[in-house]
């Protein structure tokens, strides 16, 4: 996975998180397996994968809350978890944002954010810094049922960032904000980590959020990181179809690949791979031109406003969603030309 | 991209229980001993012999006979009187029923010992009854009539608090439909509602008949010849305890046959619909049945309320205006709070670990340890003394006589009420914030006093009152297990109504009553806040 470094760090040392062959089963259910991961310093990055993938328990292995059977997980450098060592979740110097929060009820927002810090002579300031730097001034003393579920958020935040930790932990921390204060709240957090050059992981379900908000993705299945690189790179050159699916809308049509090339009903594209390929298209990439002479048929068509997504199929019978902007006017039954900007190949 | 995200967005469920450290393992398992002793000492005395004497058969069927009668009867009169007052009080738009609710509840606090002072002191020649009418000598009710009483007295309560959420929660649009259906209104009431009911009748008839047959205090003043007043007999001043562990034993095989069924009956009950969509609508009551209803609850409140208090006062204010001694009142109420006390602490701390085994730990063994808890609960107090006096005697003998056994027996048998309410604290704690409080660089042990425990305390209060007002009205134990000269406030009534001193008894009586109600308003009070 020497690929994946970003910006040109490359020792050891820059890892924040290096996780080996972890393996963690709960009776016949099997959690982790074979799971790798690195994650470098001072960037966020973003464990997606669908429920029971496993995301959650590898993050409360590297938080220290679960103890794998196999593997290893360094933080800095210090081995945590390994043959001879088990770090208990108190020298982990790990911070952790927890989906509901777990703030402690009986105390003040003060006090919860002062809870991490052990050094006595800085403490006021640091509780004062990290209250200051999650906007939150002037409701220290209010306790956790005083404050919204995005004010409880960032006390969670701060409590976590408050003792300066190597790392800090997110747990599907969107997940029980409304709707229509995630993408806000996610980019103030974004803002907030970035601020405090923290390393960050987040655990999530949502592919659009892992995409939007991290340095790096890692794609977790059944146990296992599939892949990890930059948001970008996994949009556009996933490495199976699982993940390109996963990640997005996509449509697949089956081609015989030959001397790097396979032929289409949209056209040709050239491939690494030789015989029986799957050519993954996202609708975002194909253009539709109005033409009565084109060969293929637009079938429906759902107008979103920002854009509108168009169903065609072609003429062998392969059916193919097109993403659009709102001037392209097309009506069901209408001829339509097909211009495919990108597409993906792999060996099927 | 909206597809992916909508069908993966439900939220993985969370991992409630987790792996939890050894240690509370073991202090768990030293909590719960106590609880197992009473037990475990009378089915060794029957293995050993110990608990084999002959018992005629002629006596056994006697005793036999009397306890189930009497338990027969309080159960079938209290549960008509509890099911009748808890639907008139929440079913009907009787003026007040809020009121007459909390009266009906309030003899609660009344020990079936002071119930049957009361029932002794109100007649006779003397008797506060004869003394306010003048005229005729109103009779003093015993034996089996005036168990009956007392203990009918004593059960309502239960029955009323039991009755009140399984009838409030009723869905009357059923009984609509039947009276829509064609039926009348007494067939709607026995073809719908009765059987709705029926488990939460069960259930309780078993609680009353389970109260019944393990009471000691009222059958043994009232002299009515039951197992208890038997063991007792047995007991008291002999140098064979065979004979009264033997009858410890059969006792206790009646009793946990009864919890058997008790337990059975209350997994089905739960035939009432609790959802946003039920229909409550209440009875309008004419005059007529205001006025029955009123005259009911008028002569239940005054039986169960209004001539007990009447008849402890009126003693007292008689020995005190006529210069008697109330005795060492105020030594014994000592003595009870301290024994309480210390019986409260205990469960509320023993519950701690239990609760977290109970709540958190995902093996197979944690439901086994809940169910534990209730080992020695619903033995009768008087066995449970039997079985310790046994097992200091034989295996503990520095503890025979000391207070010390005493706070355990109050452990071993009021400890499902502590673990209860911590198991509810608990609960709503998500194990989420301790795991933040060990990242945060917080110990295990730092994170129990610092979170766990706090946040609990509000349930170990609550629990710790209820063992409180429990430990202060027990008899049959303290009886057994207290040593030489050592007398409560429950030791002291019961004695000297024993030899007839009412005044005295209702003194001990009265602050006995008085110190009860302190807990139970605090917990009153928090419920009220909660």
């Known amino acids: 996975m020497t690929d994946q470094t970003p910006s040109g760090a490359s020792s050891p040392e820059h890892l924040a998180i290096r996780a080996r062959s972890l393996t963690k089963r709960y009776g016949e259910a099997v959690a982790l397996d074979d799971f790798n ?98 906007g939150l001034a002037g409701l220290e003393d209010r306790l956790p049922s005083e404050l919204s579920g995005g004010q409880q958020q960032r006390v969670a935040l701060a409590r976590a960032l408050a003792p300066n930790p190597d790392v800090i932990l997110l747990d599907e921390p969107f997940s029980n904000l409304d709707a229509s204060l995630r993408e806000r709240v996610r980019r103030d957090l974004r803002d907030i980590i970035k601020e405090a050059k923290a390393t960050a992981v987040f655990v999530t379900h949502d592919q659009e959020e892992a995409l939007a908000m991290s340095d790096m993705v890692a794609v977790m299945r059944n146990g296992q990181v599939v892949q990890a690189a930059t948001p970008r790179e996994l949009y556009t050159a996933p490495v199976d179809a699982w993940v390109a699916g996963f990640l997005g809308d996509a449509d697949f049509i089956p081609g015989y690949a030959h001397q790097g090339r396979v032929d289409t009903p949209v056209g040709a594209f050239a491939t690494p791979h030789e015989g029986k390929v799957t050519v993954m298209l996202r609708p975002e990439d194909i253009s539709v031109i109005p033409d009565p002479d084109g060969d293929a048929v637009v079938v429906d068509r759902e107008f979103f406003g920002h854009d509108q997504l168009i169903t065609v199929t072609l003429p062998g019978g392969t059916v193919l969603r097109a993403r659009s902007g709102s001037g392209t006017v097309v009506a069901p039954d209408q001829r339509v030309w097909l211009k495919v900007g990108h597409a993906v190949t792999f060996p099927a | 991209m909206t597809t992916q995200s909508e069908v993966l967005s439900q939220p993985a469920p969370a991992q409630k229980r987790r792996p939890i450290a050894r240690w509370w393992w073991a202090l768990a398992a030293l909590g719960l001993a106590p609880t197992l002793i009473p037990t475990l000492t009378l089915v060794g005395a029957v293995l050993t012999g110990g608990a084999v004497a002959s018992v005629p058969a002629v006596r056994l069927a006697e005793l036999l006979t009397n306890t189930l009668l009497l338990a027969a009867a309080v159960t079938g009169t209290s549960v008509a009187i509890g099911l009748g007052t808890s639907w008139v009080t929440t079913r009907t738009d009787l003026p007040g029923a809020r009121i007459f609710s909390i009266l ?427």
């Not at chain 2, 005697?393 to 005493?406: D, G, M």
């Open chain 2, 104 to 530: 009906v509840t309030l003899p609660l606090v009344m020990p079936s010992y002071v119930v049957a002072l009361t029932l002794l002191g109100a007649g006779g020649s003397r008797g506060v009854i004869t003394e306010l009418f003048g005229l005729v000598s109103f009779p003093t009710i015993t034996g089996f009539w005036g168990s009956w009483l007392a203990l009918t007295v004593f059960a309502v309560p239960f029955v009323h608090l039991g009755a009140v959420p399984a009838i409030s929660k009723l869905d009357t649009s059923l009984d609509d439909a039947a009276r829509g259906l064609g039926s009348s209104r007494w067939g709607a009431f026995r073809t719908v509602t009765l059987p709705l009911l029926r488990p939460t009748i069960a259930a309780s008839s078993l609680l009353v008949a389970l109260y019944t047959i393990s009471d000691f205090g009222a059958v043994s003043l009232l002299r009515y010849d039951t197992f208890t007043r038997a063991i007792y007999a047995q007991f008291a001043g002999r140098i064979d305890r065979r004979p009264a562990l033997t009858l410890a034993v059969i006792l206790m095989a009646v009793a946990v046959a009864v919890v058997i069924a008790e337990r059975r009956l209350r997994r089905k009950a739960t035939y009432h619909r609790n959802r946003p969509g039920r229909t409550q609508m209440v009875q309008h009551l004419g005059p007529m049945g205001r006025l029955w209803s009123y005259t009911g609850l008028g002569v239940l409140i005054t039986v169960s309320l209004v001539i007990p208090v009447t008849v402890l006062i009126a003693w007292v204010s008689r020995g005190l205006s006529s210069g008697q001694e109330l005795g060492d009142v105020w030594i014994d109420a000592a003595r009870s709070l301290g024994v309480s006390l210390a019986a409260a602490v205990a469960a509320a701390v023993v519950a701690i670990p239990i609760a977290v085994v109970i709540v958190r730990d995902r093996t197979r063994i944690a439901p086994v340890v809940e169910t534990l808890t209730w080992t020695s609960y619903s033995l009768p107090h008087i066995t449970v003394g039997i079985a310790l006096v046994t097992f200091a005697l034989e295996i503990a003998r520095p503890f025979y006589q000391t207070t010390l056994l005493v706070v355990v027996a109050y452990l071993a048998m009021f400890l499902p009420i502590t673990v209860g309410t911590a198991s509810d604290a608990l609960r709503r704690i998500s194990p989420d914030t301790e795991d933040a409080s060990r990242s945060l660089g917080r110990s295990a042990l730092s994170t129990v006093f610092r979170v766990t425990v706090p946040l609990m305390a509000p349930g170990l209060l609550a629990g710790g009152a209820l063992v409180f007002l429990t430990a202060m009205k027990e008899l049959p134990a303290t009886l057994l297990l207290r040593p030489n000269g050592f007398e409560t406030l429950a030791i002291r009534i019961w004695a000297t109504t024993g030899e007839g001193f009412y005044t005295r008894a209702g003194a001990a009586s009265l602050v006995l009553l008085a110190v009860s109600a302190i807990p139970l308003a605090l917990v009153t009070l928090r419920d009220l806040y909660d």
């Open chain 1, 37 to 134: 991961l690195d994650v470098w310093s001072a960037g966020i990055l973003t464990l997606v994968g669908p429920s029971g993938c496993g995301k959650t328990t590898a993050l409360r292995v590297i938080a220290g809350f679960e103890s794998p059977e196999h593997g290893t997980v360094d933080i800095r450098g210090r081995q945590v978890v390994g043959p001879d060592a088990m770090v208990p979740p108190e020298r982990r110097r790990v911070g952790m944002v927890f989906q509901d929060y777990a703030l402690f009820p009986h105390m003040t927002v003060a006090k919860n954010v002062a809870y991490g810090v052990a050094s006595k002579t800085d403490r006021k300031r640091r509780v004062h810094d990290s209250i200051e730097m999650v």
